[in-house]
T-cell receptor, first 111, second 114 residues
Framework: KQEVTQIPAALSVPEGENLVLNCSFTDSAIYNLQWFRQDPGKGLTSLLLIQSSQREQTSGRLNASLDKSSGRSTLYIAASQPGDSATYLCAVGSGAQKLVFGQGTRLTINP | DGGITQSPKYLFRKEGQNVTLSCEQNLNHDAMYWYRQDPGQGLRLIYYSQIVNDFQKGDIAEGYSVSREKKESFPLTVTSAQKNPTAFYLC?????????????FGEGSWLTVV
């Protein structure tokens, strides 16, 4: 059974810092991995989708990497801003129809 | 604008009642999903539908029911058999079935048992 873990559960950093969020998964037989952002009380917004054959994806200040062999993905946020404060969830495409979600990392960027 | 609309945003259920959460999408997506999120937790799949008039159970389908009579609509009924229904419910869709496609979410519905 696929399990997805995100550590830490919460992270607080000063504005302007570069930071890395971690996601690990137990079964390397995945279709893809997605990173999402969730604002309090809101739905999820897809940030980046990495297919199993890819090593990384970039969008603006965000860069996501995928290492299937070690069961790890990282989301790198450059030059963090207060508007980046949110919960970030990773989800692994595991099985034809199934996304398995981590519990999320709650990120706070302090001005 | 294209997107997924969930209603109501907040819903209160009395013990023993069934309630229905609405989900409508105008993205022309074939696949639709219902997830449940408990505080501080990830999302768990309740039901999904790959095409009209077809749906499949997810990991936590007990106490829930769905229908898919129209491509754009996928309502979720929380029945009285669901013993702990208080949660945040998220509807989602993707252009085609399969975990390889980007998934889009609605704004969610909060359900509270009173």
């Amino acid at each position: 059974k696929q399990e997805v873990t995100q550590i830490p559960a919460a992270l607080s950093v000063p504005e302007g810092e570069n930071l890395v969020l971690n996601c690990s998964f137990t079964d390397s037989a995945i279709y893809n991995l997605q990173w999402f952002r969730q604002d309090p009380g809101k739905g999820l917004t897809s940030l980046l989708l990495i297919q199993s054959s890819q090593r990384e994806q970039t969008s603006g200040r965000l860069n996501a990497s995928l290492d299937k062999s070690s069961g790890r993905s990282t989301l790198y946020i450059a030059a963090s801003q207060p508007g980046d404060s949110a919960t970030y969830l990773c989800a692994v495409g595991s099985g034809a129809q199934k996304l398995v979600f981590g519990q999320g990392t709650r990120l706070t960027i302090n001005p | 604008d294209g997107g997924i609309t969930q209603s109501p945003k907040y819903l209160f259920r009395k013990e023993g009642q069934n309630v229905t959460l609405s989900c409508e999408q105008n993205l022309n997506h074939d696949a639709m999903y219902w997830y449940r999120q408990d505080p501080g937790q990830g999302l768990r799949l309740i039901y999904y539908s790959q095409i009209v008039n077809d749906f499949q159970k997810g990991d936590i389908a007990e106490g829930y029911s769905v229908s898919r009579e129209k491509k754009e609509s996928f309502p979720l009924t929380v029945t009285s058999a669901q013993k702990n229904p208080t949660a945040f419910y998220l509807c989602a869709s993707s252009i085609a079935p399969g975990a390889g496609n980007t998934i889009y979410f609605g704004e969610g519905s909060w359900l509270t048992v009173v």
